[in-house]
Every structure is written in structure tokens, then in C-alpha cells.
């Protein structure tokens, strides 16, 4: 680092303290004088596309967390590509180049595998609800800090929210039934999900969202994956492919990343601390309840109004990608640290899921007795 950038460093370290000082004594001396400080405004850059609906999530975060703070503190919330790319933001949170992203963990994936642990790992049962807790509950938010802190020598601070509905194995040119026609293949995936594809005979590409329709007009890929039906209708996955596959085993437990440069975060007053983790949380259950409502209106758009066939992914591919996760994680475990982590995440589900499993009435049998006929298993 340069003596000029840590001498910016200091100087908006320095502002960012004094600023919480200010803003923490007017409220509790004086209401009144609270809206005549100047509030601190944290520079926020997503890995999402202006009008992609993850935007808006994070914009859902950032309005409550104003809110919360009485307009002591703000977010400059920028899309991908504003200040970095994508894949960048975690490096530029760590470089002081922004104070904080709303990422997923899998975009750094190339600076350490384990990253994909952490949202796109091993599936042995467990919904991306169940892996949320995890983090909080079971252990894995210590994993995180170890991996990101201690291993990596990351100057972040990093929390989990919104367990993602499992992604679809994604968008193909014609209809694919069984794992033996995927061989072969030019998929778009990324973070351990790759491997996978890897070991059922594809070749993968990892791009961002946004290249992915370019790659398959150009013939770079020719079937791809990116998350759901808001999203992938938004940069126009139906105008490149018209089968669509819901269900997979390839990234069924994500989550967003909301990381903050660690240096600001310890600048900052416990309370807005508090207010930016705690967040976090209210933020999770406003996008949950967003998601039901867009992603199944608009799968049903994609069907109405652009004739895209959309078809659950058949239990013969669905077994073969869990064996091909069999094959992966012992080469995962090699790493004392990946065989900690995975190994912890595999009590977890062994016990939560069981919970889980044999609770849950089936849902499937309540829908078809209403809905006849709808449901495609």
C-alpha cells in the first residue's frame, strides 16, 4: 500500500470516528441536532446488475438499515462494475477501495476453495435454511472468521443472510434426461459446482452473471446455471435456451455475503455495529418474502410469454451429481481446514435435517390434492 493511500486510509478512519462520535453524543443529548450532523455514509458495491433483482435486495438491506439508524447511517449502494467487477469485491473490501459488498462467497472461490463451503459445498441434506444456522448456530460463523482472518490475512468482517431457494441445474438448448447426455457439455457454473460438472463429463466456464447470454451466443457454452427465474429472466437466459431445469444438488444451500472492511467496522459505535449486523437479519426475511413473490411469478412469465419449457431435473442426473459430489469431497479433505469445516457442516445436517425430514408433512401430497394436476414429479 502506498504512504498516500494509508494516509486517505487514516484521514476516513479518522472521519468515520468522529462522525459516530458526534452522531452517538446528539442522540442521547439532543434529537434535534442528530439530523444536523452529517451522517456516515458507507460506500456499498453489490456483484449484481442494476436492474437484476439481487439489487434490489441489497437496496432492502440498505433502506432498513437508515431506518434503524435514525439517518445516522447511510449506504452508497453501488451496482457491479461501479468501482470493481463481480468477482472483486472481496478484494477491494480488503483494500479500503470500498467499505463493504453484498456478494456470495463462491465469487472468491479462486483465492481459496474453501470459500465455496460456505453456500455451495457438499449437499448431504440440508436446505439452505439449514445452512444459514449453521453458520449462527452450528459453528460456521467462527469457520468463516478463521478462514477469512486467520488463513487468508483479510482485513474483512463478514455475516450471512437470505438462504437462497436451491438453484435450478439451469438452462439447456434441448431436453437432457439422463447423465450420460451430458457429457460433453459447455456449462456455466462456478465455485465447487464447477467439480462437480467436471467429474458428470462437462467442461465449465465460471463467468458473472453478465456474460453468460454473450458466452452462449458466441457458442462458448452451450447450457449454463445461474440462480433464478427473476434473474435469469432479467438477462435473457429465456431468449438463448427454452428448457429449463428446477432442482439440483449442485448449489442448494446459499446464501448472501454482506462483508465490511474491518477497519471501518471497528470505527464504527456498537450500536450502528449492531444495527449493520442485526440487518442483516430483517434484511434475510424482506428478500425471502420478495423471492417467493417475483421468481414464482415471473417462472410463471417464462412460461406464458416466452414458451419456455420448464421441467424438474431428473433423479438419474440428480444421483449422479451426488456421486460425483462422493468422488469430490476426499479431495476436499486433504485440507486439514476443508475436512474441519465439512465435517462440522455434516454433524450439523445429520442431526438438524433429521429434525427436519421426519417433521415436515409432505407438502407435495397437500398441493395435488388442491391443485391437481399442476405439479410435475
Not at 23 to 47: D, H
Not at 112 to 120: D, I, P, Q, V, Y
Not at 152 to 160: A, P, S
Not at 335 to 348: A, G, N, Y
Request: hydrophobic share 40%; glycine share 8%.
Amino acid at each position: 500500500m502506498s504512504d498516500q493511500k494509508k494516509g486517505t486510509d487514516t484521514s476516513r478512519r479518522k472521519f468515520l470516528k468522529a462522525a459516530a462520535a458526534g452522531a452517538a453524543v446528539g442522540a442521547v443529548g439532543a434529537p434535534a441536532i442528530v439530523s444536523a450532523n452529517k451522517p456516515i455514509t458507507l460506500k456499498m458495491q453489490t456483484s449484481w446488475g442494476a436492474s437484476n433483482i439481487w439489487q434490489g435486495f441489497a437496496k432492502d438491506y440498505c433502506d432498513r438499515v437508515e431506518r434503524m439508524s435514525g439517518g445516522r447511517l447511510k449506504i452508497d449502494l453501488l451496482p457491479s462494475g461501479a468501482v470493481v467487477k463481480a468477482f472483486q469485491v472481496m478484494d477491494a473490501v480488503n483494500d479500503g477501495v470500498i467499505d463493504c459488498a453484498h456478494s456470495v462467497p463462491v465469487y472468491w472461490y479462486g483465492k481459496n476453495k474453501a470459500a465455496s463451503l460456505f453456500g455451495t459445498g457438499p449437499v448431504f441434506g440440508g436446505s439452505a435454511t439449514t445452512m444459514l444456522s449453521w453458520f449462527y448456530a452450528g459453528g460456521g460463523q467462527e469457520l468463516y472468521r478463521e478462514l477469512t482472518q486467520d488463513i487468508m490475512g483479510l482485513n474483512v468482517v463478514g455475516f450471512m443472510g437470505f438462504p437462497m431457494f436451491a438453484q435450478p441445474f439451469g438452462w439447456f438448448k434441448k431436453p437432457v434426461t439422463k447423465a450420460s447426455e451430458l457429457k460433453g457439455f459447455k456449462y456455466r457454473t462456478v465455485g465447487l459446482a464447477a467439480d462437480v460438472m467436471n467429474k458428470m463429463g462437462m467442461s465449465v466456464a465460471q463467468l458473472p452473471g453478465g456474460e453468460i447470454v454473450p458466452a452462449m451466443e458466441r457458442g462458448v457454452i452451450d447450457a449454463f446455471e445461474f440462480n433464478n427465474p427473476s434473474s435469469d429472466m432479467d438477462f435473457g437466459a429465456q431468449d438463448v435456451a427454452k428448457n429449463y431445469y428446477l432442482s439440483s444438488y449442485h448449489q442448494a444451500s446459499e446464501s448472501f455475503e454482506f462483508i465490511f472492511n474491518k477497519d471501518v467496522w471497528n470505527d464504527l459505535p456498537d450500536d450502528l455495529k449492531g444495527i449493520l449486523q442485526y440487518g442483516v437479519e430483517a434484511a434475510s426475511t424482506a428478500n425471502t418474502a420478495r423471492a417467493m413473490n417475483e421468481y414464482s411469478a415471473d417462472l410463471v412469465a417464462l412460461q406464458k410469454d416466452h414458451g419456455v419449457k420448464v421441467e424438474r431435473t431428473s433423479k438419474d442426473i440428480l444421483d449422479a451429481q451426488l456421486k460425483a459430489w462422493d468422488e469430490i469431497i476426499p479431495t476436499l479433505e486433504a485440507d486439514p481446514f476443508m475436512k474441519k469445516t465439512i465435517q462440522s457442516q455434516r454433524e450439523w445436517v445429520e442431526r438438524v435435517s433429521y429434525y427436519e425430514l421426519m417433521n415436515a408433512p409432505d407438502y407435495a401430497l397437500a398441493y395435488n390434492h388442491y391443485f391437481p394436476g399442476k405439479l410435475k414429479l
